[in-house]
């Protein structure tokens, strides 16, 4: 069994090959990581950065993307606003989406992390404060952080997956990926 941890930069897509568009220039794992046979368990949006686990063993693959195995998955949150406790209790219990109630998350406020630096750079107003956030979810709906945090009055400005289960991002620099 191979599983290989990449830390998928901004902009990357969470496939090997871009189907959308014929002769597309976005960037996908192809241009990243050269394993033959591992397929990504779960996906990351192309404005998402951090941990993307890619694996050749169909059921880990399904343990760790389907919502029934309850594996936590923790995100690093820059979000435009203050978070005032009501929001963070809000998220703790869990949202009514579009799409129907999220489970509880695990929310908290944090330091500002030592991440890498984005490109591009995360746009900032002056005039309105940024916070980040640690949330961990056991679920991953289509952009689902993005819309929890909206829902709170809490938009993203960026979003960097740190860990799946016990797995995480320490000393993997983006675009590099190392095998466990």
């Not at 203050?82 to 869990?94: C, H, I, K, N, Y």
């Amino acid at each position: 069994m191979t599983v290989i941890l990449f830390n998928k930069p901004f902009g990357v897509l969470s496939q090997f090959t871009d189907r959308g568009t014929e002769g597309s220039a976005r960037p996908t794992l192809s241009r990243y990581v050269d394993v033959k046979g591992v397929y990504p368990a779960g996906r990351l949006d192309r404005d998402s950065e951090g941990l993307l686990v890619l694996t050749d063993d169909g059921r880990l693959q399904a343990r760790i993307a389907d919502p029934r195995h309850k594996r936590p998955k923790t995100y690093l949150v820059q979000v435009e606003g203050t978070p005032d406790e009501a929001s963070l209790e809000a998220l703790r219990r869990g949202v009514v989406l579009k799409d129907g109630p999220t489970r509880p998350a695990r929310a908290r406020l944090i330091a500002p992390p030592a991440l890498w630096p984005r490109d591009p750079p995360v746009r900032f107003r002056k005039s309105v404060p940024d916070a980040w956030l640690e949330l961990s979810l056991t679920e991953g709906r289509n952009r689902q952080v993005r819309r929890m945090c909206a829902h709170v009055g809490l938009p993203c400005l960026r979003l960097v997956r740190w860990s799946v289960g016990d797995w995480t991002l320490d000393g993997i620099a983006p675009g590099t990926w190392r095998r466990v």
